[in-house]
């Protein structure tokens, strides 16, 4: 089974500073993509970064970077130059490839406060 | 981009009654839809599995007479809550992922459901 794992409920950084947010994952797979999400207090859910395993090197998005170490199944978010707006929960997750379809696992999540 | 859009956003009804979800695929096509459940400050619970043209799988612990769920096209799957309870009252989101393989699941803005 897969499990995604967030050990942190709670973080705070403040304003233009940077902020690195923790995931580990435990599965078998050898193929897989690895996303973070982000819920701000609108609750939509938007994709903020996507890594494929298979890809060694990390992904960026703007000021979003992750560390994805396949080895210890560690995918963690760095959020450069903090911005009040990035205020939000982030959900790390994880999705394999099924027969009948894609199969997504969340993270109990992070709950991220920018102080300006 | 791929878009979802979920209807009502908010919804309050009386206990008894039953209450429809849907959820649309705007611009792409899916053959898989995810309906989640998420309570205050927690992670996405996954309740089912929309498939277009055949049942939904739903998951361990979620009732399937309860939580109805239709996939009729690739473009729209409903979600309707029936004799519905306060303990009803919940978010509810639901997701899609391109039939084309995109590899990224996109959300609905999802539905603030009040069982009064």
């Known amino acids: 089974a897969q499990t995604v794992t967030q050990s942190q409920p709670e973080m705070s950084v403040q304003e233009a500073e940077t902020v690195t947010l923790s995931c580990t994952y435990d599965?078998?797979?050898?193929?897989?993509?690895l996303f973070w999400y982000k819920q701000p207090p609108s609750r939509q859910m938007i994709l903020v970064i996507r890594q494929e395993a298979y890809k060694q090197q990390n992904a960026t998005e703007n000021r979003f970077s992750v560390n994805f170490q396949k080895a210890a199944k560690s995918f963690s978010l760095k959020i450069s130059d903090s911005q009040l707006g990035d205020t939000a929960m982030y959900f790390c997750a994880f999705m394999k490839h099924l027969n009948t379809g894609n199969q997504f696992y969340f993270g109990t999540g992070t709950s991220l406060t920018v102080i300006p | 981009g791929a878009v979802v859009s979920q209807h009502p956003s908010w919804v309050i009804c009386k206990s008894g009654t039953s209450v429809k979800i849907e959820c649309r695929s705007l611009?792409?096509?899916?053959?898989?839809m995810f309906w989640y459940r998420q309570f205050p400050k927690q992670s996405l619970m996954l309740m089912a599995t929309s498939n277009e043209g055949s049942k939904a799988t739903y998951e361990q612990g979620v009732e399937k007479d309860k939580f109805l769920i239709n996939h009729a096209s690739l473009t729209l799957s409903t979600l309707t809550v029936t004799s519905a309870h306060p303990e009803d009252s919940s978010f509810y989101i639901c997701?899609?992922?391109?039939?084309?393989?995109?590899?990224?699941?996109?959300f609905g803005a999802g539905s603030r459901l009040t069982v009064l």
């Open positions: 611009d792409f096509q899916a053959t898989t």
């Open positions: 997701s899609a992922s391109p039939h084309s393989g995109a590899n990224v699941l996109t």
């Open positions: 599965t078998s797979e050898n193929n897989y993509y």
